[in-house]
């Protein structure tokens, strides 16, 4: 039997790689009937099968441990190929929407395939390659300076997440000097961030004029698979929740800092949400782990079949330590049909977090990969996908007295949904910052922390730095690791969350049906569009007028109701 720390790594070969993708294509074109054509196309589909999963093998070994010099060469390489593929790929792309077989190919696998390939098609061209090249670059580069951040306190050599745990301790002045810590750690690197996302910027501006897009936002929408909106409707989703989340939260806060005995509620408090300390796990991954298996066994049959996968073959990697990447993800293995799932545990709420909200990932993907037939349907555009995992967030509730602790399960269920509500808005302003900034692309570094801190009054008016003037001046953008990484993800998660809220309101008064509903869209993964999806799922369009107030009225009710 085996498990991912067993699992072979070979690098590609880069000459037959590219034979062999040049073979299929033109098998592809010289196909007699639908037969061979889709034979020719299931060659395409194995190579990047294969490419795929040492891709990912690599990348989680390099994430596990940044230090490693072995994988960290072979990320280098794999990106450097990933790059000298797009004119192969471009060629693949073309003959399939070439095909005199298109109209099996849709009756077959559906035409997402081709509204997925003619996107796709028009982000790659060998103009890009060095620019795609010196993106990887830079963007390795910018982990391994968050990777290297590390600290003394409390006698213990600790990185961001290390201190986290303490921003929750129930004495205030420790709370502040782990922020203290945590903020230090940032101002130490921040020249070295400016210049990185500086130089982002530059290659990615290139990119979007190489590829003749208006600028780079139309072509980051693009690249997410938006398809069904436009910038313009996420300025009008960000204005539903500055009108209906932001006083609600701001009214949340208040009543928070009263609750814990504080005049004034700080940042380091934020976090801190009972006078008798939060809610913590019952203990770290050893004994979260059988507790999950536990959980997701009397969830439903297909969760349990699927966790138990996850536990056989090891398919985690989740307590934090020096040299490991920050965050958390949920990552495919697509020749073992298996998910992976990557975390930091810091003995906080965050970690049953990771067994939740990455698990949603992980079981959306176990569920749609033997569930469809090609890749490009395992996995959907990520406003689809985060509601996979934010719903399983509420699904889970139940178990809150298992992972917490009976005393402490009510506690936890109030701070998950109040946080859920809570962050909202700041997702909305790490969206306008990308939106800002690619507006305005030749800010300085000092201009683009008053970017900021403008954005940050407008969503989040309780925000306060207690004086760290490095924070006060706009510095906090820089702890978000999807502006370098990811850029113009975030919207999704607050997009997702509206859904996950209305598929929430749903599992209290009709629990089975929820469940059919969320099941029928793991299984569909991204067969089809964005809106489709959400039909298929009988969930709102989050950018109808109302959407978002319809969505969170009955999680205020309960926020309000709750009588903490």
């Known amino acids: ?147 290297s951040c590390k600290t003394t306190f409390k006698g213990e050599e600790r990185n961001f997440y290390g201190l986290l745990k303490f921003m929750e301790d129930p004495d205030r002045a420790t709370r502040k000097a782990a922020f203290e810590e945590w903020a230090k750690l940032y101002e130490g690197v921040s020249e070295q961030l400016d210049n990185v996302y500086d130089r982002l910027i530059a ?25 069904d909106y436009t910038a313009k ?11 209906v989340i932001v006083p609600a939260a701001l009214r949340y806060r208040q009543a928070q800092a009263a609750r814990i005995g504080v005049d004034k509620l700080k940042y380091y408090d934020e976090n801190y949400m009972f006078p008798d300390g939060n809610a913590d796990p019952v203990g770290g991954e050893d004994v979260l782990l059988p507790i999950g298996q536990r959980m997701y066994s009397e969830l439903s049959p297909e969760t349990a079949e699927f966790f138990d996968f996850m536990v056989e073959h090891a398919l985690f990697d989740l307590t934090s330590r020096p040299g490991k990447h920050l965050g958390g993800y949920c990552t495919g293995l697509p020749a073992y049909n298996a998910p992976f799932i990557f975390s930091n545990f810091n003995g906080t709420a965050a970690d049953v977090g990771v067994l939740t909200h990455e698990a949603g990932h992980a079981f959306a993907a176990y569920t749609a990969i033997r569930t469809q037939p090609i890749m490009e349907y395992y996995g959907s555009t990520s406003e689809i996908n985060e509601i996979h995992s934010m719903s399983m967030e509420h699904f889970t509730y139940p178990w809150l007295k298992d992972l917490f602790g009976e005393d402490n399960a009510a506690k936890a269920k109030y701070a998950h949904l109040a946080d859920a509500f809570m962050v909202v808005p700041y997702l909305v302003s790490v969206d306008e910052f990308q939106h800002r900034v690619f ?50 993800y975030y919207i999704d ?45 009988k969930l709102s369009n989050p950018f109808h007028p109302g959407a978002v107030a319809r969505a969170v009225g009955h999680v205020v009710k309960e926020l309000d109701d709750s009588g903490v």
């Not at 062999?20 to 054509?37: E, F, G, M, V």
């Not at 139309?218 to 398809?227: D, K, T």
């Not at 507006?439 to 970017?451: I, V």
């Open 1 to 147: 039997m085996w498990k991912f720390n067993d699992l072979p790594y070979t690098r590609p070969d880069a000459d037959s790689l590219k034979a062999a993708l040049r073979s299929s294509i033109d098998h592809l074109t010289a196909a007699k009937d639908y037969a061979q054509a889709r034979e020719a196309f299931n060659e395409q589909q194995e190579l990047r099968r294969s490419f795929s999963t040492m891709y990912t093998i690599a990348s989680i070994r390099q994430t596990i441990d940044t230090a490693n010099e072995f994988y960290a060469g072979e990320m280098a390489f794999l990106h450097r190929l990933e790059a000298e593929m797009i004119p192969f790929n471009k060629a693949a792309l073309e003959a399939l929407l070439a095909t005199p077989f298109r109209a099996q190919f849709e009756e077959d696998l559906g035409g997402e395939l081709f509204i997925k390939s003619e996107l796709e098609k028009r982000l790659q061209d060998e103009s890009i390659i060095q620019d795609r090249i010196e993106e990887s670059d830079l963007e390795e580069e910018y982990k391994k300076i968050a990777a």
């Open 203 to 227: 290659v990615r501006l290139r990119m979007a004029e190489k590829l003749g897009f208006n600028d780079y936002i139309e072509m980051a929408y693009a690249q997410m698979g938006r398809v």
């Open 493 to 537: 998660y607050a997009l997702a969350q509206t859904c996950a809220f209305e598929l929430y309101g749903r599992m209290k008064t009709s629990p089975d049906a929820a469940w059919e509903d969320y099941l029928r869209l793991c299984r569909a993964g991204g067969s089809q569009g964005y809106f489709a999806l959400l039909t298929l799922a």
């Open 439 to 488: 507006e305005n692309p030749t800010m300085s570094g000092a201009e683009r922390r008053k970017a900021w801190k403008d954005i940050e009054t407008k969503y989040l008016p309780w925000r306060d730095y207690d004086g760290n003037a490095f924070l006060d001046g706009g510095g906090f953008w820089m702890q978000k690791q999807h502006v370098f990484l990811y850029p113009f």
């Open 233 to 243: 409707d996420v300025e009008s989703f960000r204005e539903q929740v500055r009108e």
